[in-house]
């Protein structure tokens, strides 16, 4: 099965900040990424799909690149709605993973 | 409006069973392949298991192979996971999600979730 890693486990950030988060695959998965942010209490929202194409609705402030084994989220601008937790999933065998997860907290 | 609304859900012993369903509403259910995923209180997101459009193609966590079944209905719009030999770390929320169309290969629709508590 392929694993998923993300790094960090958290951030702290002030509004106006870069974030960059980074995922890693155990084993190359082409472009078959996805990023999800997830809130307390609420079910995840996909961000980006194809590890660069951004999902409708979802503000150009967030970004995706990557391929093969190495992808990174970047939030060029943080706002105050983007505090949450920030999950990377690899859709390129059908046994789906997740990465563990990263908070972006309020510094 | 594309919705998911999960059931089912409570409290069961170790050992026991629970049937969780989705109810799909908004879109044409027959034409997405469906998965469940779970999350346990403070922890991050697992997937469960994935449903192809027409059922031809199931897969499962190897956590939960051989103890949970995912069916559906395409006539009812509606999506289930049987679960069957409990443990305790079976306890999360989950979640029904739709898989996006071919080139998306992401969850982009999920419903608000239904929790699973595993105790005696």
């Known amino acids: 099965d392929i694993q998923m890693t993300q790094s960090p486990s958290s951030v702290s950030a002030s509004v106006g900040d870069r974030v960059t988060i980074t995922c890693r695959a155990s084993?190359?998965?082409?472009?078959?990424l996805a990023w999800y942010q997830q809130k307390p209490g609420k079910a995840p929202k996909l961000l980006i799909y194809a590890a660069s194409s951004l999902q409708s609705g979802v503000p150009s402030r967030f970004s995706g690149s990557g391929s093969g084994t190495d992808f990174t989220l970047t939030i060029s601008s943080l706002q105050p709605e983007d505090f949450a937790t920030y999950y990377c999933q690899q859709a390129n065998s059908f046994l789906f993973t997740f990465g563990p997860g990263t908070k972006v907290d309020i510094k | 409006e594309v919705q998911l609304v999960e059931s089912g859900g409570g409290l069961v012993k170790p050992g026991g069973s629970l049937r969780l369903s989705c109810a799909a509403s908004?879109?044409?259910?027959?034409?997405?392949?469906m998965n469940w995923v779970r999350q346990a209180p403070g922890k991050g997101l697992e997937w469960v298991s994935s449903?192809?459009?027409?059922?031809?193609?199931?897969y499962y966590a190897d956590s939960v192979k051989g103890r949970f079944t995912i069916s559906r209905d395409n006539a009812k719009n509606s999506l289930y996971l049987q679960m069957n030999s409990l443990r305790a770390e079976d306890t999360a929320v989950y979640y029904c999600?739709?898989?996006?169309?071919?080139?998306?290969?992401?969850?982009?629709?999920w419903g608000q979730g239904t929790l699973v508590t595993v105790s005696s």
């Open positions: 084993q190359g998965i082409s472009s078959w």
């Open positions: 999600a739709r898989e996006g169309p071919v080139m998306v290969r992401g969850f982009d629709y």
């Open positions: 449903i192809s459009s027409s059922s031809s193609y199931i």
């Open positions: 908004g879109f044409t259910f027959s034409s997405y392949s």
